[in-house]
């Protein structure tokens, strides 16, 4: 257990379909971020919200919109994904010191669209 | 650019052998980590090297840093069954929260 928990763990949507992934720190931290993995490529960055503000987008198409109501929660609503956005989405947090850049992971959402 | 290329892309190795895996960068960067990936899962951080360090031991881990080839690498003595999984390394630059990750290395260890 690393602090960080993802729900659900598992989805599989439509692609007219409109969800949300949750993320939950329980560390302190100020920063949380979304990346996506997809099979064989590296990690991609998608948002980082320091101190409730993004302050990193990584050109992600508009379908992706995060949302972080307070430090301890971040989400990610989707909607009229492609198949192509199925992946393995990993919640992270870090506590937004930037001397100190360790990074904690969820479990990650493995996302389906069909 | 892309940072943090590991090398190999994956490696097979019996119990109680070393692993060594290699990574390579493009840009300066203020410190490089190593991070641990179970399939499907999330990663987990194994260890943090700073560009003005050049060696860094952590258990059976020892990772080595030369900014001048702009390489470092990951060295697993003793490996384990467990140590399955898949080895990424991971670059930050000075100011930002951006850390670059690269493909990552798969070890699978024999028992």
């Known amino acids: 257990e690393t602090g960080v928990t993802q729900t659900p763990r598992h989805l599989v949507m439509g692609m007219t379909n409109k969800k949300s992934l949750k993320c939950e720190q329980h560390l302190g931290h100020n920063a949380m971020y979304w990346y996506k993995q997809s099979a064989k490529k590296p990690l991609e960055l998608m948002f980082v919200y320091s101190l409730e503000e993004r302050v990193e987008n990584n050109s992600v198409p508009s379908r992706f919109s995060p949302e972080c109501p307070n430090s301890s929660h971040l989400f990610l609503h989707l909607h009229t994904l492609q198949p192509e956005d199925s992946a393995l989405y990993l919640c992270?947090?870090?506590?937004?010191?930037?001397?100190?850049?360790?990074?904690?992971f969820g479990p990650g959402t493995r996302l389906l669209v069909l | 650019s892309q940072q943090g290329e590991e090398d190999p892309q994956a490696l097979s190795i019996q119990e109680g052998e070393n692993a060594t895996m290699n990574c390579s960068y493009k840009?300066?960067?203020?410190?490089l980590q190593w991070y641990r990936q179970n399939s499907g899962r999330g990663l987990v951080h194994l260890i943090l090297i700073r560009s003005n360090e050049r060696e860094k031991h952590s258990g059976r881990l020892r990772v080595t840093l030369d900014t001048s080839k702009k390489s470092s690498s990951l060295l697993i003595t003793a490996s384990r069954a467990a140590d399955t999984a898949s080895y990424f390394c991971?670059?930050?630059?000075?100011?930002?929260?951006?850390?670059?990750f690269g493909a990552g290395t798969r070890l699978f260890v024999k028992a």
């Open positions: 840009t300066s960067i203020n410190n």
């Open positions: 992270a947090s870090s506590p937004a010191d930037r001397r100190e850049e360790t990074q904690y």
């Open positions: 991971a670059t930050k630059g000075a100011g930002g929260f951006k850390t670059i």
